[in-house]
């Protein structure tokens, strides 16, 4: 009788103790998630009733109008052209990130001197404010002092200066250049990470086999990376698909609004033009594709585990 006591006074302390963590884990998330209430589900919620009103600026809240925004973009021909380019953007940029942000973390990877100050450095891009890079870009791009430019004129390739952030084409490729030279460290440092958990174990027993480098990157490394990868993908597109500063400063929009994006566009109609209502709408027609983006990713990860 006096074990059973005793067996049932350590089931209460331990139930006891397990409740006060419980508790304590609470009390220690509170701020967070206050926080997150605050800065992130407030302005979130906020954008949903304003998109689903005719409010502008200078005239407080408008009247509710339902779905009415969202109506009038399916046939706004500038919304069709900044949807198509937000997905060219994303679509375009993000391989080529993650491409050579693999290429990067691999010749990272190796043992080399001053191993900690070229990865700090190669972290510049990333960690550099972007309004401040892209002025760096945008003096690369100018029609009239483009040091490009200026180098195929003394080698006798063209006549007259590149219009960079001038022609369509050219625009929509140097803002998706500059985003791409933005976003590799990001993938390089992320991917780096997941190189360094792959047990080297692994590498030599497959070399013992006979494996060669190509057949080691493929069965060894690729799978111990790949969920790695796909999350800084994901990452990545959320990223792109909400870019702002970089268009803003490189183009507005322009020319002829075949650089827009959603974040670009949303800001012209709903600040410049002051129509926030609707504004807010364009802003959240990125939301369902990100949305179903991450839940494919997410299932796939899940069932590769």
Known sequence: ??????LRGTAVTTGSLLERESSLGVILMLPGALLLMVFMAYPFFLGIWLSLTDSAIGR???????????????????????????LVYAMVTVPFKAALGLGLALLLNNHMKFSNPIRAAVMMPWIVPTALSTLGWF?????????ISWLFKNLGLIKTNINFL???????????????????????????????????????????????LWHRFRHVTV???????????????IWTFADFQLIYVLTKGGPANQTHIFGTYAYQIGLSATEIGMGAAIALYMFPILSVFAVILLVYLRREE
């Open 1 to 6: 009788m006096a074990r059973k006591g005793e």
């Open 60 to 86: 407080g809240l408008g009247k509710f109008i339902g779905l009415r925004n969202f109506a009038d973009l399916l046939t706004d021909t500038i919304f069709h052209q900044t949807a198509w380019n937000t």
């Open 139 to 147: 003096m690369i791009f100018d029609p009239v002092f483009s040091p």
């Open 166 to 212: 001038g022609d369509p084409m050219l625009a929509i490729s140097s803002v998706c250049l500059a985003n791409i030279w933005r976003g590799v460290p990001f993938f390089g440092i992320t991917i780096l990470a997941g190189l360094q958990a792959v047990p080297n174990e692994l590498h030599e027993a497959a070399a013992i086999d006979g494996a060669g």
């Open 223 to 237: 799978p111990h990376i790949k969920g790695v990868v796909l999350i800084a993908s994901l990452l990545s597109v």
